[in-house]
């Protein structure tokens, strides 16, 4: 039977609609709900979700909060702040695999991801590359650099001589910004020229140079990402 949209949410609970609606259509609220599976007396699961998301301010707060924070939340415990733990892992795993050597980078997005989980938390910032071959499938990916919160120096030799001797056509860069704001320094971008400019002398193609925020990210080559066939 399908269930109209309007009023399944007040007749099904999150278990019932991701079966017969699918994970996307539910809720950051209800797909917690489902990782919690109980909530406590007086309290559904979907609502101590809502009230664990407000109070670490959305999901990004969440999985920046260790377990004994979330532990110490009433009703959760350690056995439901382990879950949420091993949730979100989940999620990062998924974007290192999709980095892997021999994985093919289609999109800024695709190493926009990596960055944000794993600078999720630091309070420094810190400058990755990411080595790709003829195809845009990935040699290698390296954290170059790691400085304050508000830099991370980089020098170009620093991102090129491994690409040179691991025999890379191209490269990406990125960095994280802690503040969470995504917009571009003017620093960022004289590191972007510096970088372009050197690899047209080594003949390494610089695709692209993404600045990392909390919730977006900003690409100095929107349209880099291409097959190479």
Do not use: W
Not at 3 to 9: A, Q
Not at 15 to 21: A, T
Not at 178 to 187: K, V, Y
Request: one cysteine or more; aromatic letters at 4%.
């Amino acid at each position: 039977m399908q269930i109209e949209p309007d009023d399944d949410k007040a007749r099904y609970g999150p278990r019932e609609r991701i079966r017969q609606l699918g994970e996307p259509r539910l809720s950051d609220a209800e797909c917690l709900a489902l990782i919690l599976r109980t909530g406590q007396r007086g309290e559904a699961a979907e609502q101590m979700a809502l009230r664990l998301l407000r109070r670490f301010g959305g999901l990004a707060g969440l999985a920046d909060a260790s377990q004994r924070e979330l532990a110490g939340e009433p009703g959760v415990g350690p056995v439901r702040a382990a879950a949420v733990a091993a949730a979100f892992g989940l999620g990062r795993r998924l974007g290192e695999a999709q980095l892997r050597p021999g994985a093919t980078v289609q999109h800024g997005g695709d190493v926009a991801r990596l960055v944000r989980e794993s600078a999720r938390g630091t309070r420094r910032e810190s400058f990755f590359c990411v080595l790709l071959d003829v195809r845009h499938r990935v040699i290698t990916l390296q954290v170059v650099s790691t400085g304050s919160i508000e830099s991370a120096p980089v020098h170009p030799r620093e991102v090129f001589s491994p690409a040179v001797r691991d025999g890379a056509v191209a490269v990406v860069v990125a960095h994280n910004h802690p503040s969470g704001d995504a917009t571009p320094s003017a620093e960022d971008r004289r590191v972007t020229e510096r970088l372009r400019e050197t690899g047209e002398l080594l003949g390494i193609h610089l695709l692209d140079h993404l600045v990392v925020g909390a919730e977006r990210y900003y690409s100095f080559a929107e349209e880099a990402f291409f097959p190479v066939v």
